[in-house]
Structures are given as structure tokens and as C-alpha cells.
């Protein structure tokens, strides 16, 4: 698995790195024997970054991948959680939330370092407190030696680099502004990563939206999105392709043109790590490239009507 630098932190981050979300059964019902399967098939492929947080099921998901992880030699790997949100509409950047949300997580994970914490969806939370308390309690943290790098995460890019370059965060996951359907990040993240600043692109299948599942019930795409993006994924089924391999070769051939570090999916199915891991250096098929953008052209770049869990409009 080719690898790049993480911005300044001198993480060498593979090309495609391992989403946690689904391990906390938010897209279908996930056992710990799934969970299991799907991290070991992850580390085989070389995929040794993990994302995670304590909201992915309501702290499930951490306690899944702590579990799939344990016994695995922790210098083989880097983890990377979050702090600040833990419910559809619960933001806390609190000093003490943030502390014990910190020593909540090294439980449930099983380790005693976190590599890379992230103040979770920022757009959403109180800002004063995200800056007067969040960060500087993460920073505190980082002196103790109980996190290394700080990031923040989220999906609205122009608070995401504005709050980025005044913090001077070490790393920026944004998510679902990198797909097949939306190309927003690209322009972001060269100017984040000219500042020093590590870029990870969450979400290449748009959550779920860009797959022969399609999207879930909780997917804030609005009619149009979900409506062109099942028809693209019909178009590919009759080119006896499939839209989920066409949407992971397109995030993962460009996404160092766009200065981009690694591509975060997520999938609880050790045979879909497996094919994902397989799509890294393969450019998707020009033809059917052209056939499916020209059918995402009318939603290409539209956001989401409602941020998942938040209700706030986005628009285009
Ligand atoms: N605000 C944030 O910080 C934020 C937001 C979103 C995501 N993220 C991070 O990014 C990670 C990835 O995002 P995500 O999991 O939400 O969305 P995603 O990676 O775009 O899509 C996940 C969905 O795609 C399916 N999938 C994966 N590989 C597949 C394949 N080869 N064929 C068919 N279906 C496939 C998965 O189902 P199966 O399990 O059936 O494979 C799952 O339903 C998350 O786990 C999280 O770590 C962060």
C-alpha cells in the first residue's frame, strides 16, 4: 500500500485508510465476529489508520474496534478518535466533557495513547467554547502525552479552513466533499495542505449514497441526489460494473492532485475492505467515468439539504 505524509506530523498515512462508523452498526447490524473479520482484513491489506468516535453508535463503535484491535501490537497502528459530539444533536466542547470524553475513549479503545484526536463536526457545536476550551484542553492533553496531533472534523469547508489555519490544527477530515457526486474539497484541501496541515477525505461513497445498497434512511442527501445517484448505480450494473468500485477508483487515483492524504472508507464486510484495498492505484474506466458523471452532472457539487442528525440546511 503506497503511504504519504499526514501533513507535519510524520505519520505516513496509506493511501486508503479504515472508517470505524460501520462497526457501530449505523448503516446494518454489525457482530463483534464481523467487526473482528473486517479489522484483520484491514491490517492484512495494510490498512493500519483507524478512524473512530465515541457518537459512531453511541460509543459502540469504539467499543467494537477496541475489541477487534486488542492483542494487535499498538506500534502497528494509528488511531484516531474524536471529542465534542455525542449524540445526533449533543455538541459539548467543554474543558471537563472534553477530558472525560479523552479518558472514556483510551478505556473503550484499549490503549493508552490516541495518535490523532478530533474535535467532531465543528459547524455544529459553540465555537467560543470549541477555541476558549475544547482545543486548549486537547493541547493540555498533548503535553501529558496522552494524544499526539490535534485535528478537526467536519463538514461545512469554509469553517473547517478558516477555523484550521487559525487554530493550527495538525490534521482536517472533512467528509462526503470528495466523491464521484462532489468535488468541493479539492481547492480546500491544496491550500490546507500548503499549510502544513494533513487532509483526510471521509466518506468516498457519499455514506453509503454511492453503492448498490444505496443510500440509508438517515442519508440527508435530498430526492434529486438520491434519485440520480441510484441511477448512476444502475447505469454501472448494466455496464457490468459497479458504482461502489467506480466511486473508490476515482477517490483514490486523484486524491493526491488534490493534495488530499488518504481516502477514510468505511465498510464492517472483510471481503469489501479486501476490494477496496484492491481499487488502490487502478484509475476507474474512462468510458463508464464519463457515462456516470453526466448523469451526476445535474447534483454535481450539491450539499446535503440537512446535516446528518442536525437539521441545518446546507444548500448548494
Ligand atoms: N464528521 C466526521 O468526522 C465524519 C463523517 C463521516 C465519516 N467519517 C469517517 O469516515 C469513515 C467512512 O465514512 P462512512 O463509513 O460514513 O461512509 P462511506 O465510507 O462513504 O460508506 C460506507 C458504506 O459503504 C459501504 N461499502 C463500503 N465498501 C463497499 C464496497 N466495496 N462495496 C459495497 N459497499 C461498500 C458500507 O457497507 P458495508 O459495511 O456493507 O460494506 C457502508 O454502508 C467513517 O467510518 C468515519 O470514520 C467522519
Redesign the pocket.
Known amino acids: 500500500m503506497n503511504r504519504f505524509p499526514l501533513g507535519e506530523t510524520g505519520i505516513q498515512v496509506p493511501a486508503l485508510s479504515?472508517?470505524?462508523?460501520?462497526l457501530g452498526s449505523?448503516?446494518?447490524p454489525?457482530s463483534q465476529d464481523e467487526a473482528n473479520a473486517?479489522v484483520e482484513a484491514a491490517l492484512g491489506c495494510g490498512l493500519d489508520y483507524f478512524?473512530?468516535?465515541p457518537y459512531?453508535g453511541l460509543t459502540t463503535?469504539e467499543a467494537a474496534l477496541g475489541k477487534a484491535l486488542s492483542g494487535v501490537r499498538r506500534e502497528s497502528y494509528h488511531l484516531a478518535t474524536?471529542v465534542g459530539?455525542y449524540g445526533d444533536k449533543d455538541w459539548d466542547f467543554s474543558a471537563d466533557a472534553t477530558r472525560r470524553s479523552v479518558e472514556a475513549s483510551l478505556k473503550r479503545l484499549g490503549v493508552d495513547v490516541i495518535d490523532v484526536i478530533?474535535c467532531?463536526?465543528i459547524e455544529c457545536g459553540d465555537r467560543r467554547q470549541l477555541v476558549a476550551e475544547c482545543l486548549p484542553a486537547l493541547r493540555r492533553l498533548r503535553e501529558e502525552g496522552v494524544v499526539r496531533f490535534i485535528g478537526i472534523?467536519?463538514?461545512e469547508l469554509d469553517v473547517i479552513e478558516t477555523v484550521a489555519i487559525a487554530e493550527k490544527v495538525d490534521t482536517v477530515?472533512?467528509?462526503?466533499t470528495y466523491?464521484l457526486q462532489d468535488r468541493r474539497l479539492a481547492p480546500v484541501a491544496r491550500r490546507l495542505a500548503a499549510a502544513g496541515i494533513g487532509v483526510l477525505n471521509?466518506?468516498?461513497?457519499?455514506?453509503?449514497?454511492?453503492?448498490?445498497?444505496g443510500a440509508?434512511d438517515w442519508h440527508p442527501g435530498n430526492e434529486r441526489v438520491i434519485e440520480l445517484a441510484n441511477a448512476a448505480a444502475r447505469l454501472c450494473r448494466a455496464a457490468g460494473g459497479?458504482i461502489?468500485?467506480l466511486a473508490?477508483r476515482f477517490a483514490l487515483s486523484t486524491a493526491h492532485e488534490s493534495d488530499i492524504a488518504t481516502t477514510?472508507?468505511?465498510?464492517?464486510?472483510a471481503?469489501?475492505?479486501r476490494?477496496?484495498a484492491a481499487r488502490v492505484g487502478h484509475a476507474p474506466d474512462p468510458q463508464l467515468m464519463k457515462a456516470v458523471e453526466a448523469v451526476l452532472e445535474p447534483v454535481m457539487n450539491a450539499g446535503w439539504d440537512v446535516l446528518?442528525g442536525n437539521g441545518g440546511k446546507a444548500g448548494r
Not at 202 to 213: D, E, F, I, Q, V
Not at 264 to 269: D, K, L, R, Y
Open positions: 479504515f472508517g470505524a462508523a460501520s449505523v448503516y446494518h454489525v473486517a478512524d473512530v468516535a459512531y463503535a474524536k459530539r478530533q467532531h463536526d472534523t467536519g463538514y477530515m472533512t467528509y462526503c466523491t471521509a466518506s468516498p461513497l457519499g455514506m453509503g449514497l454511492l453503492t448498490n445498497r440509508p459497479d461502489s468500485d473508490m477514510v472508507v468505511g465498510t464492517a464486510n471481503g469489501n475492505v476490494a477496496n446528518p
